[in-house]
T-cell receptor, first 109, second 112 residues
Framework: GIQVEQSPPDLILQEGANSTLRCNFS?????LQWFHQNPWGQLINLFY???GTKQNGRLSATTVATERYSLLYISSSQTTDSGVYFC???????????FGKGTKLTVNP | NAGVTQTPKFQVLKTGQSMTLQCAQD?????MSWYRQDPGMGLRLIHY???????DQGEVPNGYNVSRSTTEDFPLRLLSAAPSQTSVYFC???????????FGNGTRLTVT
């Protein structure tokens, strides 16, 4: 099956810093999503982005499907951005979303 | 809309007991799924459904059963609980295979 690798596994920032999280996948996909799991365990959908670029406030994401990677950018990070960020992908014709192991982000005040 | 609702939030079972984790969504989504989350393992797909009456297996289906008698509900049954099933379980739904996935708040299950 398709493999999903996220990097880095852990990231520690000071408030106000910018960061880039990466998601690599092993095969072509027609579905790619980014999620944030907050410290209370809730999973929030950030982006549905099988290709192209999207922005939502301080967060933006870019997927280059032909090169099999996606990037999540967080600008001017805040302590509330702390948590684990997951990338999930599905191949064409499949409803099975496969998750990476996540990037744990800690933003210190 | 309440979104995706899971019950219970917490559950403790003894080995060999059975139980059902409930999941309901009020967004008229066709696709529903169950994931388990274990430390260092990310989220792994247990079972999923693309519509009422249709279910299929994910990566880790053994020890779990599902059914989808209505669009709204997708219960997960543990037939004979084992300590290896100690985990956090998430139910999720999406409108179609190419739309955002929405999660419930999870059920933390401990099997002793």
């Amino acid at each position: 099956g398709i493999q999903v690798e996220q990097s880095p596994p852990d990231l520690i920032l000071q408030e106000g810093a910018n960061s880039t999280l990466r998601c690599n996948f092993s095969d072509s996909v027609n579905n790619l999503q980014w999620f944030h799991q907050n410290p209370w365990g809730q999973l929030i959908n950030l982006f549905y982005i099988p290709s192209g670029t999207k922005q939502n406030g301080r967060l933006s994401a870019t997927t280059v499907a032909t090169e099999r990677y996606s990037l999540l950018y967080i600008s001017s990070s805040q302590t509330t951005d702390s948590g684990v960020y997951f990338c999930a992908v599905a191949q064409g014709g499949s409803e099975k979303l496969v998750f990476g192991k996540g990037t744990k982000l800690t933003v210190n005040p | 809309n309440a979104g995706v609702t899971q019950t219970p939030k917490f559950q403790v079972l003894k080995t060999g007991q059975s139980m059902t984790l409930q999941c309901a969504q009020d967004m008229n989504h066709e696709y529903m799924s169950w994931y388990r989350q274990d430390p260092g393992m990310g989220l792994r797909l247990i079972h999923y459904s693309v519509g009422a009456g249709i279910t299929d297996q994910g990566e880790v289906p053994n020890g779990y059963n599902v059914s989808r008698s209505t669009t709204e509900d997708f219960p997960l049954r543990l037939l004979s609980a084992a300590p290896s099933q100690t985990s956090v379980y998430f139910c999720a739904s999406m409108r179609t295979e190419n739309s955002p996935l929405h999660f419930g708040n999870g059920t933390r299950l401990t099997v002793t």
